[in-house]
């Protein structure tokens, strides 16, 4: 964990209500993806935590949705804003131990983490594949950035405006070895019950602080209580209690 002073490059409209942003800034304290920040946003008491999509040795990419007050004060910040962060938060996926065909499942705006994996997936080797869940095809983001990677992209919309008619759980690869998902709790919920092949689930949850001292996020998992903020976001598939 480190405290760095991040400058807004750049706050893209994707859709309705999701944004880009690239902050430019210290990211030596990121190493692996799945890991978020902690934003201090003015006038607001507890810092947010962004999932990192994408770093490089300049600065990071984040996406969020707008869901409440201080993502909407985060939407409204122009190129030039400074932002306090605590940067290379949590625990993230262990792409040593994903295997050489990975199933990377994302669920709206948890689609977001999933890109930094397959980038680093496939810097490692391996030839991953997304699964990308979205309400309608308007929602949609972010499912050509996948692509262009090389990478073989499923889209799923829920109403069946585009791709799969369906939910992520009905557009699975008929062939992967290791599943690594982000999303809403009940979509993590169903992928532990239609697959057994092991992987890395990254959760969503209310933080206090971000980095474990309130204990605010701690879970119940087969290894004993867990905090979402320090021993996750990223979690054995396995460990994890529904």
């Not at 480190?2 to 430019?24: G, P, S």
């Not at 890991?35 to 990192?52: H, W």
């Not at 707008?66 to 938060?89: E, F, I, K, P, Y």
């Not at 680093?120 to 699964?131: D, Q």
């Given at each position: 964990?480190?405290?760095?002073?991040?400058?807004?490059?750049?706050?893209?409209?994707?859709?309705?209500?999701?944004y880009?942003?690239?902050?430019?800034?210290?990211?030596?304290?990121?190493?692996a993806?799945g890991?978020?920040?902690?934003?201090?946003?003015p006038?607001?008491?507890?810092?947010r935590?962004l999932?990192?999509?994408d770093?490089?040795?300049?600065?990071?990419?984040?996406?969020?949705?707008?869901?409440?007050?201080?993502?909407?004060?985060?939407?409204?910040?122009?190129?030039?804003?400074?932002?306090?962060?605590?940067?290379?938060?949590?625990n993230?996926?262990?792409?040593?131990a994903?295997?050489?065909?990975?199933?990377l499942?994302g669920?709206?705006?948890?689609?977001?983490?999933l890109?930094?994996?397959?980038?680093?997936?496939?810097?490692?080797?391996?030839?991953?594949?997304?699964?990308?869940?979205?309400?309608?095809?308007?929602?949609?983001f972010?499912h050509?950035?996948?692509r262009?990677?090389?990478?073989?992209?499923?889209v799923?919309?829920?109403?069946?405006?585009?791709?799969?008619?369906?939910?992520?759980t009905?557009?699975?690869?008929?062939t992967?070895?290791?599943?690594?998902a982000?999303?809403p709790?009940p979509?993590?919920?169903?992928?532990?019950?239609?697959?057994d092949?092991?992987g890395?689930?990254?959760l969503?949850?209310?933080?206090?602080?971000?980095?474990?001292?309130?204990?605010?996020c701690?879970?119940?998992t087969?290894?004993?209580?867990?905090?979402?903020?320090?021993?996750?976001?990223?979690?054995?598939?396995?460990?994890l209690?529904?």
């Amino acid at each position: 964990m480190k405290e760095v002073i991040y400058t807004v490059a750049e706050n893209t409209l994707l859709t309705a209500d999701v944004y880009r942003m690239r902050l430019t800034g210290d990211t030596s304290a990121i190493t692996a993806p799945g890991q978020f920040l902690e934003l201090r946003l003015p006038g607001f008491f507890l810092r947010r935590p962004l999932s990192i999509c994408d770093w490089d040795e300049s600065g990071v990419t984040l996406l969020y949705k707008v869901v409440g007050g201080g993502t909407d004060w985060l939407r409204r910040c122009a190129a030039g804003q400074q932002l306090n962060a605590l940067s290379g938060l949590g625990n993230g996926f262990d792409t040593a131990a994903c295997g050489s065909a990975t199933a990377l499942v994302g669920g709206g705006i948890g689609i977001a983490p999933l890109y930094g994996l397959a980038r680093r997936l496939l810097a490692a080797g391996k030839t991953p594949v997304a699964v990308l869940g979205y309400n309608t095809a308007a929602e949609m983001f972010w499912h050509e950035e996948f692509r262009a990677l090389g990478i073989n992209v499923t889209v799923a919309t829920a109403d069946g405006s585009c791709g799969v008619h369906g939910f992520v759980t009905d557009a699975l690869p008929e062939t992967y070895d290791t599943l690594c998902a982000c999303g809403p709790t009940p979509m993590l919920k169903a992928l532990s019950g239609v697959t057994d092949r092991p992987g890395f689930f990254s959760l969503e949850a209310r933080m206090g602080c971000g980095f474990g001292a309130c204990m605010g996020c701690t879970i119940e998992t087969t290894e004993g209580p867990q905090r979402v903020c320090r021993e996750g976001p990223v979690f054995r598939k396995e460990a994890l209690i529904w």
